[in-house]
């Protein structure tokens, strides 16, 4: 009984292994797009104005909310099918951390809005901001996975032009004769 409730533990271990990443760039890229596509519907996204006010309030009053919504729509898109299809992966997670890295700018800008009286009592558009700690540390794993994998087939590649290498005709074998004890 043991052996079969640690065979279907390692059985479920080695699935998570082989898909979790795979999983986890799909689920994340699809977030992006959802989130994205509502962008460029006017109304369609509960945090159109904070992201409007926010780019706006960034650049000084140059980019209105019209022209930077859809801009951020486009950019958003371009994160989730960059995730979902794996194409471009490096350029879509550079894309993606600053993006991120501007969803916390409505914290600095505006703090009577996100937080309750105390940086410790995030209101609901605080704790919707916050929450992208979670998405930033997925792009993180990505990128490491990314990382990884690129050192994987390097290594791939170089062992491959070793044994390319390999000159069978160079070889010298010598055979010596030892007695037995």
Known sequence: MLDLAESARTS???W???NGIHILRFSL???FLWFGVLKFFHGASPAE???GRTISHLTLGLLKPSISLPLLALWECTIGLG????AWLRLTLILLYFQMAGTFLPLLFFPHET??????IPTLLGQYIIKNCVLISAGIVLGADLQNSSKIKATEQEYQ???VDFDVDKINITSTTHPSP
Request: glycine share 12%; net charge positive; charged share 15%.
């Open 16 to 18: 998570k292994k082989r």
């Open 12 to 14: 479920i271990n080695n």
């Open 115 to 120: 937080f309750s009286g105390s940086i410790f």
């Open 29 to 31: 890229g699809f977030i």
């Open 161 to 163: 032009t070793e044994v």
């Open 83 to 86: 995730l979902i299809t794996g």
């Open 49 to 51: 104005l904070v992201a």
